[in-house]
Structure formats: structure tokens, C-alpha cells
């Protein structure tokens, strides 16, 4: 009876502990890996990642900071989450629909050793609060770029808002920059929009006007 009380102890033993293992490794992935949407849609774009050079280019647009909190919509690889927190020791959020892109950027951020500053969610960025971020960096559509402007308006006064070869249709930006990236021979052009948003003069429609007055 001793022997079998001893042997089922130690069954019983093992049993525990390879439950109390199975218990900590999901909770050290779950710490790891952000938890998915319940009902996540089809990406709006197709993954183009910005050249290294641009992305360095759109920080300096920004007049980052280390107290500065990037949320850069659509993170791709991560790699410009991963700039703003290397150079400037600055907190960073990257949101990508796509979980094969979120992986990677998880996999960039680990890479560079700087899971202190970064988090990497996949998220619908047309549902995200926004209102954290003191810059927001962008690479999408016109159109999607457009859809953004009520999350955008929300945003603390002095915000700026970054995009790569895109504008905002209808809302003047505060700088162009045009440049030709050495790492893939092509010309760029990079966005800074302050908040609020500024909308744009109606001059075209004015020249419009003016051009259809009878001439006497």
C-alpha cells in the first residue's frame, strides 16, 4: 500500500508539473505575441516597404524626439518603428492588419533588442484611438489616406503626420520634400501635415471661375 500511496504521489507529481509548464510557456507566449482580432478583413494594400533612406528622411520631417510616440499605421516589417526607437530612444506602436507582416516586425523589433520600446499589434488602423501618438507615419493609399482625416483631426494640436509618396487630399501639408533614394534609384516624396489639418484654398475652383467670366 506504501508503494503504490509513493507511486501515485510522484504520478500525481508530474502530472502538476507539466501542467504548471504548460501554463507558463502559454503565458510567456501570450506575453509575447499580441492577441489577434476575433474577425480580422483582407489588407488594403499590398506590402511595399519604404526605402531606409526615406524612412530616415520622414523622421527628420518629423522633428523627432525621445519623448515623441510614434504610431506608424501599416508597420509592414517594422522598420520604421524600429528607426525612431534606435536613433532617437523614443517610443514606438507599429498596427498592420496582416499577421504574416506583424510576425515579421515582432521578429525586427526582437532582432534590434528593443522590445522595451516597441509594441506590435495587429489591429484595423480605421479603428484605432489614435490620440496617444505625437507622430503618426503613414505609407497607404490617397483614398485610405483620406479615410483617416477624422481619426487624424482628433489627434493633440501639434501632432504631426508623415506620409510616404502620398498626400491627403484636400488638406495642405506644411512641408514637400523630393528626393531620390539611393537604396532603390527612384524619386520620392515626403508629406508633414501639423494638427489640426489645414484644409486647402479653393484656387482651382476660383481660376475656374474666373476662366468661365465672359471677356469683353
Known amino acids: 500500500m506504501r508503494r503504490f500511496a509513493l507511486s501515485s504521489l510522484v504520478v500525481c507529481g508530474v502530472v502538476v508539473g507539466v501542467l504548471l509548464c504548460s501554463a507558463r510557456g502559454r503565458l510567456n507566449l501570450a506575453q509575447e505575441v499580441p492577441r489577434q482580432n476575433a474577425a480580422v478583413r ?63 516586425s515582432i521578429d525586427n523589433v526582437k532582432k534590434n533588442r528593443l522590445e522595451h520600446l516597441i509594441r506590435i499589434e495587429q489591429k484595423d488602423i480605421f479603428e484605432l484611438d489614435l490620440t496617444p501618438a505625437s507622430v503618426v507615419t503613414l505609407y497607404l493609399l490617397p483614398e485610405l489616406n483620406v ?14 503626420v508623415v506620409s510616404h509618396d502620398f498626400d491627403i487630399e484636400g488638406y495642405k501639408p506644411d512641408r514637400i520634400l523630393y528626393l531620390t533614394s539611393k537604396e532603390d534609384q527612384m524619386e520620392h516624396t515626403v508629406f508633414l501635415w501639423t494638427i489640426p489639418l489645414k484644409k486647402e484654398e479653393l484656387q482651382e475652383e476660383n481660376n475656374a471661375d474666373a476662366a468661365a467670366e465672359p471677356v469683353e
Not at 44 to 67: H, I, Q, S
Open 42 to 104: 483582407e489588407p488594403d494594400v499590398v506590402f511595399v516597404p519604404t526605402p531606409n533612406d526615406v524612412v530616415d528622411d520622414m523622421l527628420w520631417m518629423a522633428r523627432l524626439t525621445r519623448g515623441d510616440i510614434v504610431y506608424d499605421l501599416g508597420c509592414g516589417d517594422g522598420r520604421i518603428v524600429v528607426a525612431a526607437a534606435k536613433r532617437y530612444g523614443c517610443k514606438a506602436h507599429g498596427f498592420d492588419i496582416d499577421p504574416e507582416r506583424v510576425r515579421e
Open 147 to 160: 479615410k483617416l482625416v477624422p481619426q487624424l483631426q482628433r489627434l493633440r494640436p501639434g501632432t504631426r
